[in-house]
């Protein structure tokens, strides 16, 4: 086992897909609150698929991190 660091682009997509997955949680909850009329329900629920999503993505990548 080598304690290699991540290189810094490997950090910068880590902070990407954890962006994407808020935005993505975000843009979604925003549509179907615009199709469903029941703002603010599903941007909430949206966001915090989002998180969670962001979450779990992070501590994959930070445990692939410390594996290596």
Same mark, same amino acid.
């Given at each position: 086992?080598?304690?290699?660091?991540?290189?810094?682009?490997?950090?910068?997509?880590?902070? *990407?897909?954890?962006?994407?997955?808020?935005?993505?949680?975000?843009?979604?909850?925003?549509?179907? =609150? =615009?199709?469903? =009329?029941?703002?603010?329900?599903?941007?909430?629920?949206?966001? *915090?698929?989002?998180?969670?999503? *962001?979450?779990?993505? *992070?501590?994959?990548?930070?445990?692939?991190?410390?594996?290596?």
């Amino acid at each position: 086992m080598s304690n290699v660091p991540p290189s810094p682009r490997q950090l910068i997509g880590v902070g *990407a897909n954890i962006v994407g997955f808020v935005v993505l949680g975000l843009v979604l909850g925003w549509f179907l =609150d =615009d199709r469903l =009329d029941t703002t603010p329900l599903c941007i909430l629920i949206g966001l *915090a698929v989002g998180v969670l999503g *962001a979450v779990v993505s *992070a501590v994959m990548h930070i445990r692939s991190f410390l594996k290596d």
